[in-house]
């Protein structure tokens, strides 16, 4: 996938969940460890969000490519996040955005809360 299929995947993820009510916090916040694509805050919730876009189902939906080692990795990834900027809420959820992006027509937006 290019970079300019998966930036364009998570603008349209932001958008998707700015229109859900919540927050961002944070785009592609790198460590040692890896990256999140977006943090974000719905209410009492912080919530950190893999982004997976696709042009096609040929190489399966986007959501397919998240794995349970990939859910572990975001686990970490959320825990040296939140150790890092110091925002702490009561409650942490994992989500998954898949955006398919046909040639014609808008985005497929497709969003799994508590994956992991």
């Known amino acids: 996938m290019t970079d300019a299929v ?17 927050v961002i916090l944070d785009r592609n916040w790198r460590c040692p460890a890896g990256e999140l694509d977006i943090v974000a805050r719905e209410g009492d919730v912080l919530v950190f969000c893999e982004v ?11 959501l397919e490519a998240v794995t349970a080692r990939e859910a572990a990795r975001l686990r970490r990834l959320a825990a040296a996040w939140t150790s890092a900027s110091g925002v702490h809420l009561p409650h942490v959820r ?23």
């Open 6 to 22: 998966g930036a364009y995947g998570e603008r349209v993820a932001e958008a998707h969940l700015r229109g859900q009510g919540m």
């Open 52 to 62: 997976k876009t696709r042009r096609g189902t040929g190489f399966g939906h986007p």
């Open 94 to 116: 994992i989500e998954l955005v898949g955006v398919l992006r046909p040639a014609r027509g808008p985005a497929v937006v497709e969003h799994v809360r508590g994956v992991a």
